[in-house]
């Protein structure tokens, strides 16, 4: 028998139930509408998406990576990147962020994480910068924004396009500006973990600049400006209807989501001290800075903490335990290559509950285990 855990790490089918009536509704539109590819909720969706981010224009597509290989082939078709062009991307990131460097043709050339905030280390930045550098590909690891002044200032000073891989934090601000707002283009990922979940797969790409977001859209739709008639060698990446239609549903809850997602952290972060044998996570000055969509905690000897958690019924995951510059696909790439800090995280990294289906109760049963966990 298997035994259920007392504290699930994340129920999809619960975090979707308070959903139910509108996806049904939503769902039965778009069948009895008889236009299953493009249409209004995909048009309606895309005007939702760049209202509620703040950008010009929005285009959905099929999912987070194809958001950002959509952008950077756009960038090679306008002439702004070539074949073998470097692309600066954090190292502790989820591998897609890389591969959708790789598959434009260009280098992904990484820098290092900040062992507090897990993201980029933007002190690093510029010694990575090469004559061949196009663009920082910055990443909102785990939910928080990954933006500060010197990312700025290496960005202007060096006219470098700043794309943010915003698959994992749609939502949050930096000084009042929404994530996917901040750099010339973006990347979300509704996959079904992610703040934002679709009932499938499902992305988007946003940017305020109208050439981009129109080669983006007909890059997506086999390189057709209009019907029949290919300027680009292009790729069928467009988003469903199906999926646009879920995602109006779930799209106005975002700031609710984002609430909750804080309050569940603030109760582990109250409740839990760091302790030689776990580090709790910072806080950014702004708490709006993240949406937490992992709480990431760092144990010296995670082994025992995952079976700790296991003992008490505690769900958890790992995000991510081999890095991108790890992988068998980079291993050779990258050889002779280090990045500390990124192995250190991705030695300790291990993410708790943080999604709306744990209840304030569950938060403090979970903080209260954790309160006790000596190593
Ligand atoms: C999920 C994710 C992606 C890829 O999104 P998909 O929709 O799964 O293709 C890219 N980057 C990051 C950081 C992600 O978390």
Redesign the pocket.
């Known amino acids: 028998m298997i035994q259920q855990k007392k504290y699930p790490f994340l129920d999809l089918a619960d975090a979707n139930a308070p959903y139910m009536d509108e996806l049904r509704e939503a769902a039965a539109r778009v069948v009895s509408s008889g236009r299953y590819v493009g249409g209004a909720e995909c048009e309606l969706f895309e005007k939702e998406l760049a209202a509620a981010t703040g950008t010009k224009y929005a285009v959905g597509v099929?999912?987070?990576?194809?958001?950002?290989r959509l952008i950077l082939r756009a960038y090679i078709e306008m002439g702004e990147m070539r074949s073998g062009d470097e692309v600066i991307v954090p190292a502790n990131?989820?591998?897609?962020?890389v591969l959708?460097i790789s598959d434009a043709g260009l280098k992904p050339v990484m820098v290092d994480a900040d062992i507090e905030t897990l993201n980029i280390d933007t002190s690093l930045l510029r010694r990575a910068v090469t004559p061949r550098t196009r663009a920082i590909m910055t990443?909102?690891?785990y939910g928080r924004v990954a933006w500060d002044d010197e990312l700025e200032a290496v960005a202007r000073e060096i006219g470098l396009k700043v794309i943010e891989?915003n698959?994992?934090a749609i939502g949050a601000r930096y000084r009042g500006r929404m994530t996917g707002s901040l750099g010339d283009a973006a990347?979300f990922?509704?996959?079904p973990?992610?703040n934002i979940g679709a009932l499938g797969?499902?992305?988007a790409v946003t940017t305020s600049d109208e050439r981009l977001a129109a080669t983006v859209r007909a890059l997506a739709n086999y390189g057709s400006d209009r019907r029949y008639h290919n300027i680009y060698k292009g790729f069928n990446c467009r988003l469903d209807p199906m999926q646009a239609a879920v995602l109006r549903v779930k799209l106005p809850h975002i700031d609710e989501e984002s609430r909750r997602r804080r309050e569940l952290a603030a109760i582990y972060l109250k409740n839990v001290q760091s302790t030689p044998a776990l580090t709790m996570p910072l806080l950014p000055a702004d708490p709006e800075e993240h949406v937490f969509?992992q709480f990431v905690v760092l144990a010296a000897n995670r082994a025992s903490l995952e079976e700790y958690l296991k003992a008490n019924g505690i769900g958890y995951d790992i995000?991510y335990a081999t890095p991108p510059h790890r992988q068998p696909c980079y291993a050779a790439e990258f050889a002779g290559m280090a990045f500390p800090v990124t192995d250190v995280i991705a030695s300790r990294c291990l993410s708790l509950p943080i999604t709306r289906t744990t209840s304030t109760a569950d938060a403090e049963a979970i903080a209260a285990i954790l309160a006790d966990y000596k190593g």
């Not at 099929?62 to 950002?68: K, T, V």
């Not at 990131?93 to 962020?97: G, I, N, P, Q, R």
């Open positions: 099929s999912n987070g990576l194809d958001a950002l990131t989820y591998v897609a962020s959708a990443v909102h690891l891989d698959a994992q990347a990922s509704f996959y973990t992610k797969d499902a992305g969509h995000h």
